[in-house]
């Protein structure tokens, strides 16, 4: 039983996070001044190493090859990952120009700026 009400609350707290990121991208959108010439795909990770460059490659495929005009730019950052997730994802940016790598405050200060400008 209190497995099952720590599963209920940590499945609860995820879409909770889910629904804060989707309401955050379209107050950007919706109440800023973007111009509508591409997407920019934010992504926060941490200790991915295993992961995170078959995931950017599959992205940088879509950019490279045509598949996802629309997308410009893959901004990440890093929540302090205690694995080698960073060391990949500067290797990827410095053979990628379409890697943005950012912490997580710099990320934040930047949806900021552009939700007040």
């Given at each position: 039983?209190?497995?099952?009400?720590?599963?209920?609350?940590?499945?609860?707290?995820?879409?909770?996070?889910?629904f804060e990121i989707m309401k955050t991208v379209v107050n950007?959108?919706?109440?800023?001044?973007?111009?509508?010439?591409?997407?920019?795909?934010?992504?926060?990770?941490?200790?991915?190493?295993?992961?995170?460059?078959?995931?950017?490659?599959?992205?940088?495929?879509?950019?490279?090859?045509?598949?996802?005009e629309t997308m410009q730019n893959i901004i990440i950052t890093?929540?302090?990952?205690?694995?080698?997730?960073?060391?990949?994802?500067?290797?990827?940016?410095?053979?990628?120009?379409?890697?943005?790598?950012?912490?997580?405050?710099?990320?934040k200060e930047l949806i900021e700026s552009i939700k007040n400008?």
């Open positions: 039983m209190g497995n099952f009400i720590g599963n209920t609350i940590l499945w609860t707290l995820a879409f909770y996070g889910l950007i959108f919706t109440y800023t001044n973007l111009q509508s010439d591409g997407i920019y795909v934010i992504v926060a990770i941490k200790n991915q190493e295993n992961k995170i460059e078959g995931f950017l490659r599959s992205f940088l495929f879509r950019i490279l090859y045509g598949k996802e890093d929540l302090d990952s205690q694995d080698k997730t960073l060391t990949i994802i500067k290797n990827l940016q410095k053979e990628h120009e379409e890697i943005k790598v950012m912490n997580w405050r710099e990320c400008t």
